[in-house]
């Protein structure tokens, strides 16, 4: 095989689905395929999660001989603290009547969780620009977080344009001048977009 096609085949492997076993997790970062009898997947290996999504499902005349494959969305934190999004939320409450953005960082060391506020450039009640933050050595941007100030959370065009190609979680804080803060949350995976979840104690869900 020629040295460019070799290339890809190495970094983007194809692999079939087993079907008297689970299948195994791909070795290291990156991104590899999986064919199975009821459609082509990807799989995505983060230093922080693991996935497994359908990209395409087969339609009933094909017949192929692999197991189905299962989505898959395992982490390697243990949740997200709620007192991050509690500091979060008194960022977005300080920065009034402008946005603020800022990031949830996770040691894979220590397991531990801290918020980090992106320093702002420019800001005003719809727009945030701002300086990126610095990660120490074994840290990982887990949460991309922004607020929309007194306007509902949702992931605008802006953020769909902003998020494309991340591999991170996104979590948006609105109506932050008011006691109904509103929040949407959502998993970023090169080109498709997940719904996700926390609930009380912290524990994150994506619905593949
Ligand atoms: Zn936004």
């Known amino acids: 095989m020629n040295d460019f096609d070799k290339a890809i085949a190495e970094a983007f ?5 087993p ?3 689970p299948l195994d997790a791909r070795v290291g970062s990156g991104i590899r395929y999986v064919v199975g009898s009821n459609g082509l997947a990807r799989e995505v290996m983060l230093p922080f999660m693991r996935v497994v999504h359908m990209v395409s499902g087969f339609g009933p005349k094909v017949n192929l001989p692999y197991g189905a494959v299962e989505p898959v969305a395992e982490m ?3 949740g997200i603290p709620r007192e991050l999004i509690r500091e979060f939320k008194q960022a977005a409450v300080d920065a009034l009547p402008n946005e603020v953005a800022g990031a949830f960082i996770w040691d894979e060391c220590s397991n531990d969780f801290r918020f980090a506020k992106r320093e702002t450039l420019v800001a005003n009640g719809g727009y945030v620009s701002y300086r990126e933050v610095k990660l120490e050595k074994g840290e990982h941007l887990v949460v ?3 607020s929309h100030a007194s306007h509902p959370a949702f992931f605008s ?12 979680f996104s979590l948006v804080l609105g109506n932050v001048d008011t006691p ?3 929040s949407a949350f959502r998993l970023n995976l090169a080109g498709y ?3 996700a979840s926390i609930d009380a104690d912290g524990n994150v869900e994506v619905k593949l």
């Open 19 to 21: 079907k008297k076993e």
């Open 193 to 195: 977009t997940f719904p």
């Open 76 to 78: 390697w934190f243990e």
């Open 157 to 168: 065009s802006t953020d769909d344009k902003d998020d494309n190609g991340s591999m991170k």
């Open 144 to 146: 991309d977080v922004h």
């Open 180 to 182: 109904s803060v509103s």
């Open 13 to 17: 492997p194809l692999v079939a689905a």
